[in-house]
């Protein structure tokens, strides 16, 4: 019965909710959702079980045993492999998948995710059991990927209106702006940042490649300071680093094109030849957004360079630890931007 195999999947997600400390809005798409798509990977049963049935029903109507084939079209052996109250039904797996991935990005904590399957090989952290991550940082790296972490912006849901940050930012104190934009955790995202820019300089030097990381060029248009310069005798990358906000302020993509426009600049160019010779030189940007999802480039040119997908993978875990170091910052610090509540001093 459909009841039954309902109430396997609450009985299934209210465990999780448990061992994970998860909030009891949790969307339930995030459980059921394929671990490229953004979610855990648990099977819903009240999903598959009807569609398993139908698939055998299939089979046997396809025997060359024509008294099976027979058989299987009576209505008393058709009856036994219909599930009673069943609503939905697929034909096959990859149609589950694409109901569960639609539904958790439809979801607003799970929205951010839509790019999340355009790199799917990172991650699987998600499922496999890999010791790069304690179970304590698994859990709130879950948190922050699913949007689920608390803050004020999701405990005023259902109110007339979401509070303002109260480091005195003038924005709503959602996870987005705590990672993303608070000066609460400006020092935390830098050392986010600096932290993935050291661990693409040492795999690329790893694989045979000279870097310089974050020289300055004085240009007639400005200051450039790229974070990594990689040269070989031939080739001459210009890479930086940069880890944006999810789906919702715009694709990776944008800033990734950004990056290149800000650097594709002839003196740059010229200054860079001085210190890493004469070779044919790029400008690449490499973008992670703050959910730990890759932009599908970046990992293209990871991977070009000769950057295992091991480490691919712990680049993304790397930005999701960052993250939740920035989240548990903003709640352990107090300190309040006067300039942006009324110019007062600190004395006051």
């Not at 949007?147 to 924005?171: E, F, I, K, Y």
């Given at each position: 019965?459909?009841?039954?195999?309902?109430?396997c999947?609450?009985c299934?997600?209210?465990?999780?909710r448990?061992?994970?400390?998860?909030?009891?809005?949790?969307?339930?798409?995030?459980?059921?959702?394929?671990?490229?798509?953004?979610?855990?990977d648990?099977?819903?049963?009240?999903?598959?079980?009807p569609?398993?049935?139908?698939?055998?029903?299939?089979?046997?109507?396809?025997?060359p045993d024509?008294?099976?084939?027979?058989?299987?079209?009576?209505?008393a052996?058709?009856?036994?492999?219909?599930?009673?109250?069943a609503?939905?039904?697929?034909?096959n797996r990859?149609?589950?998948?694409?109901?569960w991935?639609?539904?958790?990005l439809?979801?607003?904590?799970?929205f951010?995710?839509?790019?999340?399957?355009d790199?799917?090989?990172?991650?699987?952290?998600?499922?496999d059991?890999?010791?790069?991550?304690?179970?304590?940082?698994y859990?709130?790296?879950?948190?922050?990927r699913?949007?689920?972490w608390?803050?004020?912006?999701?405990?005023s849901?259902?109110?007339?209106?979401?509070?303002l940050?109260?480091?005195?930012?003038?924005?709503?104190?959602?996870l987005g702006?705590?990672?993303?934009?608070?000066?609460?955790?400006?020092d935390?995202?830098?050392?986010?940042?600096?932290?993935?820019?050291?661990?693409?300089?040492?795999?690329?030097e790893?694989l045979?490649?000279?870097?310089?990381?974050?020289?300055?060029?004085?240009t007639p248009?400005?200051?450039?300071?790229p974070d990594?310069?990689?040269?070989?005798?031939?080739?001459?990358?210009?890479?930086?680093?940069t880890?944006?906000?999810?789906?919702?302020?715009?694709?990776?993509?944008?800033?990734?094109?950004?990056?290149?426009k800000?650097?594709?600049?002839?003196d740059?160019?010229?200054?860079?030849?001085?210190?890493?010779?004469?070779?044919?030189?790029s400008v690449?940007?490499?973008?992670?957004?703050?959910?730990?999802?890759?932009?599908?480039?970046?990992?293209?040119?990871?991977?070009?360079?000769?950057v295992?997908?091991?480490?691919?993978r712990?680049?993304?875990?790397?930005v999701?630890?960052?993250?939740?170091?920035c989240?548990?910052?903003?709640?352990?610090?107090?300190?309040i931007n006067?300039?942006?509540?009324?110019?007062?001093?600190?004395?006051e």
């Amino acid at each position: 019965h459909q009841y039954t195999l309902r109430e396997c999947d609450k009985c299934v997600r209210r465990f999780l909710r448990e061992v994970l400390h998860l909030p009891h809005d949790t969307p339930v798409s995030a459980f059921h959702a394929c671990a490229k798509d953004g979610g855990l990977d648990i099977d819903c049963f009240e999903s598959l079980v009807p569609m398993y049935k139908w698939q055998k029903l299939v089979s046997l109507e396809e025997v060359p045993d024509n008294l099976v084939r027979d058989l299987s079209q009576l209505p008393a052996i058709r009856k036994r492999f219909q599930l009673k109250g069943a609503q939905t039904s697929f034909n096959n797996r990859a149609e589950y998948r694409v109901f569960w991935k639609n539904k958790l990005l439809d979801n607003l904590d799970g929205f951010g995710l839509g790019e999340a399957a355009d790199v799917p090989q990172v991650h699987s952290w998600v499922t496999d059991g890999s010791s790069l991550l304690t179970g304590e940082m698994y859990i709130k790296c879950l948190k922050i990927r699913w949007n689920v972490w608390p803050t004020a912006a999701r405990a005023s849901r259902g109110r007339r209106q979401a509070p303002l940050c109260d480091a005195g930012c003038r924005q709503i104190e959602g996870l987005g702006h705590i990672l993303q934009q608070c000066n609460r955790t400006w020092d935390k995202r830098g050392a986010r940042h600096d932290r993935i820019v050291e661990f693409v300089g040492s795999q690329v030097e790893r694989l045979g490649f000279n870097v310089i990381k974050e020289k300055s060029f004085a240009t007639p248009r400005g200051h450039r300071r790229p974070d990594l310069i990689i040269y070989n005798k031939d080739r001459v990358w210009i890479a930086d680093v940069t880890i944006c906000a999810d789906r919702g302020a715009g694709p990776m993509a944008l800033a990734r094109d950004n990056k290149i426009k800000y650097y594709t600049d002839d003196d740059l160019a010229t200054e860079v030849a001085k210190v890493a010779g004469p070779g044919a030189q790029s400008v690449v940007g490499l973008v992670w957004n703050w959910r730990g999802c890759c932009e599908k480039k970046t990992d293209e040119w990871l991977k070009k360079m000769g950057v295992p997908i091991e480490s691919r993978r712990l680049a993304s875990v790397r930005v999701l630890e960052g993250s939740v170091w920035c989240a548990e910052v903003f709640r352990k610090r107090t300190g309040i931007n006067f300039a942006q509540v009324g110019g007062r001093n600190r004395s006051e």
